[in-house]
């Protein structure tokens, strides 16, 4: 049986990692992004579907939420997932920009261990953005929130086995196999075999 995220009992989960920043950059930028929209905790609340009690906690980097709790919240304020986890580290040399893998910027889900790389080293240069998930044995992110009108995901596997699920679809994916979908529906990524999975995915959003 998959592991889900258990994003319905948001107020249980886990504790940030000793030595895992997520969660006071995350909490951080939550609360910039809700004030500069001019939103009380209460509306954010509302509007994201997560308690007050998580958001508060979530903002006062108390608790690392879990990728399903993190996607609403995005959704809510109209916010990318990387927006809200923080730029990378990169060092221009001019023609180029270069990100070494040790300052990648990584979610870590605290109930599943799914993580989230970000690997694009410009990432509000424009354009499609890049990113690698991690998914362990026996783990599902759960469907994750539809994203604006507009925005394509395409992936490709380097290691493993994933199943997509996309607006009641669902395709399972081996090494070396890729998928290009439509995001503006509800979405998710499943491992159902017994050994890790690795895909790098490409986000771009059609003006």
Request: proline share 6%; charged share 20%; aromatic share 4%.
């Amino acid at each position: 049986m998959v592991k889900q995220t258990a994003v319905e009992q948001d107020d249980n989960a886990a504790e940030p990692q000793h030595g895992d920043d997520l969660a006071g950059a995350f909490g951080g930028n939550v609360r910039r992004r809700r004030e500069e929209a001019g939103l009380t905790l209460e509306q954010l609340s509302t509007q994201s579907s997560v308690s007050r009690a998580m958001l508060s906690k979530v903002e006062r980097g108390e608790k690392s939420p879990t990728i399903g709790i993190a996607s609403r919240i995005a959704y809510a304020l109209d916010a990318s997932l990387s927006d809200l986890i923080g730029a990378p580290t990169a060092v221009s040399s001019g023609a180029a920009i270069v990100m070494r893998k040790s300052d990648r910027p990584i979610f870590r889900d605290p109930e599943t261990g799914f993580e989230r790389h970000m690997v694009s080293a410009a990432p509000g240069a424009g354009g499609p953005e890049m990113v690698v998930h991690y998914l362990p044995a026996q783990v599902s992110t759960g469907l994750l929130p539809a994203y604006p009108p507009g925005t394509e995901k395409q992936l490709v596997v380097l290691e493993g086995t994933v199943t997509v699920a996309i607006g009641g679809i669902s395709e399972t994916l081996s090494t070396g196999d890729s998928l290009f979908f439509r995001a503006d529906a509800d979405h998710g990524f499943a491992n159902r075999t017994n050994a890790p999975c690795e895909y790098i995915m490409v986000i771009s959003r059609r003006s």
